[in-house]
T-cell receptor
Framework: RKEVEQDPGPFNVPEGATVAFNCTYSNSASQSFFWYRQDCRKEPKLLMSVYSSGNEDGRFTAQLNRASQYISLLIRDSKLSDSATYLCVVNYPGGFKTIFGAGTRLFVKA | NAGVTQTPKFQVLKTGQSMTLQCAQDMNHEYMSWYRQDPGMGLRLIHYSVGAGITDQGEVPNGYNVSRSTTEDFPLRLLLAAPSQTSVYFC??????????????FGPGTRLTVL
């Protein structure tokens, strides 16, 4: 079993749609969680950190469920510019080891 | 402020050759790391450094060496290139390993092909 698992997609949604991605992780002692965005043939960039109480940044909402060991990302009112691969990232205790999921591809269509 | 820079952007090697991928950051970050990204797989940690003179192995270190003589630079050396090392390599840095929500900043990547 992979340490961090994501549905690879692709998710094809129309503009204005709401889409949700889930990510599960295997190490219950994982310390911190992030969503990164990666555009085609570009480097990953931080989208948002995921806090225990859940957090929102504009159209993006991240949730953490430690009991079930998953995190989620909700995108509301999708834009064409949201088309990208979304990477789930988990830090192990101590902060040295960072595990990336393989990513979920999103295509937003006009 | 250039952030994290990597050279070269593209490289083709023959099996058995060696080369060094360069990485530099100008943000005075303590923590630097090297990842490789292969299709269908997440980024995998090769080596990391928590400061000048200190390096350690990540998940897939075999075939690679690193050193950190300065805070700014963290080169990755391929000793004897093999086709299995064909990949996209990303260097990243963050302010510190400590602190739960440290953002990693990535360089633009090096696309390496080993024939």
């Amino acid at each position: 079993r992979k340490e961090v698992e994501q549905d690879p997609g692709p998710f094809n949604v129309p503009e204005g749609a709401t889409v949700a991605f889930n990510c599960t992780y295997s190490n219950s002692a994982s310390q911190s969680f992030f969503w990164y965005r990666q555009d085609c043939r570009k480097e990953p960039k931080l989208l948002m950190s995921v806090y225990s109480s859940g957090n929102e940044d504009g159209r993006f909402t991240a949730q953490l469920n430690r009991a079930s060991q998953y995190i989620s990302l909700l995108i509301r009112d999708s834009k064409l510019s949201d088309s990208a691969t979304y990477l789930c990232v988990v830090n192990y205790p101590g902060g040295f080891k960072t595990i990336f999921g393989a990513g979920t591809r999103l295509f937003v269509k006009a | 402020n250039a952030g994290v820079t990597q050279t070269p952007k593209f490289q083709v090697l023959k099996t058995g050759q060696s080369m060094t991928l360069q990485c530099a950051q100008d943000m005075n970050h303590e923590y630097m790391s090297w990842y490789r990204q292969d299709p269908g797989m997440g980024l995998r940690l090769i080596h990391y450094s928590v400061g000048a003179g200190i390096t350690d192995q990540g998940e897939v270190p075999n075939g690679y060496n690193v050193s950190r003589s300065t805070t700014e630079d963290f080169p990755l050396r391929l000793l004897l290139a093999a086709p299995s090392q064909t990949s996209v390599y990303f260097c990243a840095s963050s302010k510190s390993r400590t602190g739960v929500y440290n953002e990693q900043f990535f360089g633009p990547g090096t696309r390496l092909t080993v024939l």
